[in-house]
């Protein structure tokens, strides 16, 4: 297996504009996640799936992060409208199931900067 | 809710140094224990975790950690570092009680080993 993919790998964009960043877990893994990580506030979980379900968004910051997840090979975190504090790296990360002890395993990141 | 505190941000090494990085937790119940790695320019990947049986747990590259209840802490070891172990090393915690518990993660502590 090919490991979590993500894309793009950078994304350099003006404020104010649409962002989509894109997440293929591993094939046959339940759970998926979206992080974001800052020198300030370290590794931060935004959302989380199972099953193509969110569960838990507590962690997205405001109303202008959104995340999809239309099938169980695919997802999206969009932010609108993008601003220069969400410059960070957002990692994807995916888990076999919902034992606690299973190992998440993270995708190569997007490094998003927001001028 | 759980937190993760690592002590050292940055901690810089000579080859074939000792290694040991702190890491505590606060969670009053049952917890999985979790160290992963990041190399530079690269995902984040397990070294090694604790969920139960033996508190000394080997990972791979040499690495291992010990897991000390009643201190509340995991922290990891390597008794001879080389070059290719510089990279950031995060500590995480989930709730290992029934139902799905997240990971947090402490803030990272870099390490930096001189050839």
């Known amino acids: 297996d090919a490991g979590v993919i993500q894309s793009p790998r950078h994304e350099v964009t003006e404020m104010g504009q649409e962002v989509t960043l894109r997440c293929k877990p591993i094939?046959?893994?339940?759970?998926l996640f979206w992080y974001r990580q800052t020198m300030m506030r370290g590794l931060e979980l935004l959302i989380y799936?199972?099953?193509?379900?969110?569960?838990?968004d507590s962690g997205m910051p405001e109303d202008r992060f959104s995340a999809k997840m239309p099938n169980a090979s695919f997802s999206t975190l969009k932010i609108q409208p993008s601003e220069p504090r969400d410059s960070a790296v957002y990692f994807c990360?995916?888990?076999?199931?919902?034992?606690?002890?299973?190992?998440?395993?993270f995708g190569p990141g997007t490094r998003l900067t927001v001028l | 809710a759980q937190s993760v505190s690592q002590h050292n941000h940055h901690v810089i090494l000579s080859e074939a140094a000792s290694l040991e990085l702190g890491c505590n937790y606060s969670?009053?119940?049952?917890?999985?224990l979790f160290w992963y790695v990041q190399y530079p320019g690269q995902h984040l990947q397990l070294l090694l975790k604790?969920?139960?049986?033996?508190?000394l747990v080997k990972g791979i590259k040499g690495f291992e950690a010990e897991f000390i209840k009643s201190k509340f802490s995991f922290n990891l070891r390597k008794p001879s570092v080389q070059w290719s172990d510089t990279a950031e090393y995060f500590c995480?915690?989930?709730?290992?009680?029934?139902?799905?518990?997240?990971?947090?993660f402490g803030k990272g502590t870099m390490l930096l080993v001189s050839p």
């Open positions: 990360a995916s888990s076999l199931d919902g034992r606690s002890y299973n190992e998440q395993f």
């Open positions: 094939s046959g893994h339940d759970y």
């Open positions: 799936f199972n099953n193509n379900v969110p569960i838990d």
């Open positions: 969670y009053g119940g049952t917890v999985n």
């Open positions: 604790y969920f139960s049986g033996d508190p």
């Open positions: 995480a915690v989930n709730a290992a009680e029934s139902g799905y518990s997240t990971l947090t």
